[in-house]
């Protein structure tokens, strides 16, 4: 078995990745830039996209496009994903993807069950997300301690969680966290959407003792500072501070909190000099090179990993994630040029 360097856990989905759905979004009162899980309304919407769109499907799912990022910079063996699949179509298009990108996974295979999927609405340069999770979200905490995938925790030196998982597997990220700290190796949250510290801020609040990096983007963090009662809600160093002093399991290690913020510098706060913030300009791209920024933040993470992986300083790491969150926007979907470009 290979001694996997990062171990990331999250939601796999399949991405139903369609064009020009200004129509889709009144028809199902949606955002042009949101990622949402689908309510009872939303859910006619996939077999509409089937009937009536011409699709591109993608492998997908936060962590796991992140881990598939991480994947591509590093070599082989390296990386490893645990998620929940059902035994259907849709998770052999995962794993084939998977493979493509060097990415190992574990899944927890359900029998007879339906993979998760993704509806992505791209209108310009915006992409709308819904999501029906149906068996990610029957993960179970058994599962990390099964011989396919305690060996894999026991190697990694980093843990990479989406916030998505947060929504029902919270146990298992707490697992996660709670080993990690123990063993004095690094967890990495990514807070993912602004509804998950709107609207799931009490799990949120479980797990972010044990996180030493958090990742977000500016809206994600407007979230939180809201849900939280921050008076500076839009001030983002201001927001990166409170959430890296907040308090920390294993508080010999400061927490570093990392917030993206699209062309505008990215801006990186630790909570050992909480009051000096540092940003990391972005290179920008010209209007006509963004093809689709479904993922790109999932990308940013997966450069960002790894580099971390291997050694890099805070804002080598940080300029590894603009460059493959670049590479990603100028392509269809969360998915890495080939033949390698070089990254680290």
Same mark, same amino acid.
């Given at each position: 078995?290979?001694?996997?360097?990062?171990?990331?856990?999250? !939601?796999? &989905?399949?991405?139903?990745?369609? %064009?020009?759905?200004?129509?889709?979004?009144?028809?199902?009162?949606?955002?042009?830039? /949101?990622?949402?899980?689908?309510?009872?309304? #939303?859910?006619?919407?996939?077999?509409?996209?089937?009937?009536?769109?011409?699709?591109?499907?993608?492998?997908?799912?936060?962590?796991? !496009?992140?881990?598939?990022?991480?994947?591509?910079?590093?070599?082989?063996?390296?990386?490893?994903? %645990?998620?929940?699949?059902?035994?259907? @179509? &849709?998770?052999?298009? $995962?794993?084939? *993807?998977?493979?493509?990108?060097?990415? /190992?996974?574990?899944? $927890?295979?359900?029998?007879?069950?339906?993979?998760?999927?993704? *509806?992505?609405?791209?209108?310009? #340069?915006?992409?709308? $997300?819904? %999501?029906?999770?149906?068996?990610?979200?029957?993960?179970?905490? @058994? #599962?990390? *301690?099964?011989?396919?995938?305690?060996?894999?925790?026991?190697?990694?030196?980093?843990?990479?969680?989406?916030?998505?998982?947060?929504? #029902?597997?919270?146990?298992?990220?707490?697992?996660?966290?709670?080993?990690?700290?123990?063993?004095?190796?690094?967890?990495? $949250? !990514?807070?993912?959407?602004?509804?998950?510290?709107?609207?799931?801020?009490?799990?949120?609040?479980?797990?972010?003792?044990?996180?030493?990096?958090?990742?977000?983007?500016? *809206?994600?963090?407007?979230?939180?500072?809201?849900?939280?009662?921050? =008076?500076?809600?839009?001030?983002?160093?201001?927001?990166?501070?409170?959430?890296?002093?907040?308090?920390?399991? !294993?508080?010999?290690? =400061?927490? %570093?909190?990392?917030?993206?913020?699209?062309?505008?510098?990215?801006?990186?706060?630790?909570?050992?000099? =909480?009051?000096?913030?540092?940003?990391?300009?972005?290179?920008?791209?010209? /209007?006509?090179?963004?093809?689709?920024?479904?993922?790109?933040? /999932?990308?940013?993470?997966?450069?960002?990993?790894?580099?971390?992986?291997?050694?890099?300083?805070?804002?080598?790491?940080?300029?590894?994630?603009?460059?493959?969150?670049?590479?990603?926007?100028?392509?269809?979907?969360?998915?890495?040029?080939?033949?390698?470009?070089?990254?680290?």
């Amino acid at each position: 078995m290979a001694s996997y360097s990062l171990f990331c856990m999250g !939601n796999p &989905l399949l991405d139903m990745q369609v %064009t020009n759905g200004e129509e889709l979004l009144k028809k199902y009162d949606l955002k042009a830039n /949101d990622a949402i899980l689908a309510e009872e309304k #939303h859910m006619p919407i996939y077999d509409e996209l089937v009937q009536k769109y011409k699709i591109t499907y993608l492998a997908g799912g936060a962590a796991q !496009n992140a881990a598939r990022g991480a994947a591509y910079v590093l070599p082989p063996g390296s990386v490893v994903y %645990t998620g929940c699949v059902g035994d259907d @179509e &849709l998770a052999e298009q $995962l794993k084939t *993807a998977n493979k493509r990108e060097g990415l /190992d996974e574990r899944y $927890l295979v359900k029998k007879g069950e339906k993979t998760g999927a993704c *509806a992505v609405i791209i209108t310009g #340069h915006h992409r709308c $997300l819904v %999501t029906t999770l149906r068996v990610a979200e029957k993960f179970e905490k @058994e #599962h990390l *301690a099964s011989p396919e995938v305690a060996p894999c925790i026991e190697s990694a030196k980093v843990f990479y969680v989406e916030g998505y998982f947060l929504t #029902h597997g919270v146990e298992s990220a707490l697992e996660l966290g709670k080993k990690a700290s123990e063993a004095g190796k690094v967890f990495v $949250l !990514n807070l993912s959407a602004p509804f998950i510290p709107q609207f799931f801020q009490v799990q949120l609040q479980q797990i972010i003792p044990y996180c030493d990096i958090i990742i977000g983007n500016e *809206a994600e963090a407007e979230a939180w500072a809201s849900a939280s009662g921050l =008076p500076e809600h839009k001030d983002l160093s201001k927001i990166a501070a409170a959430i890296a002093t907040m308090p920390k399991s !294993n508080p010999s290690r =400061p927490r %570093t909190v990392i917030i993206t913020h699209g062309p505008k510098p990215t801006t990186i706060v630790s909570g050992a000099e =909480p009051d000096a913030p540092k940003v990391v300009n972005v290179i920008p791209l010209k /209007d006509e090179e963004i093809v689709d920024t479904n993922a790109a933040g /999932d990308a940013f993470a997966g450069g960002f990993l790894g580099a971390y992986v291997v050694g890099k300083s805070l804002d080598e790491c940080v300029e590894a994630g603009h460059k493959l969150g670049s590479m990603c926007v100028q392509q269809v979907g969360p998915q890495y040029k080939w033949p390698k470009v070089q990254i680290l």
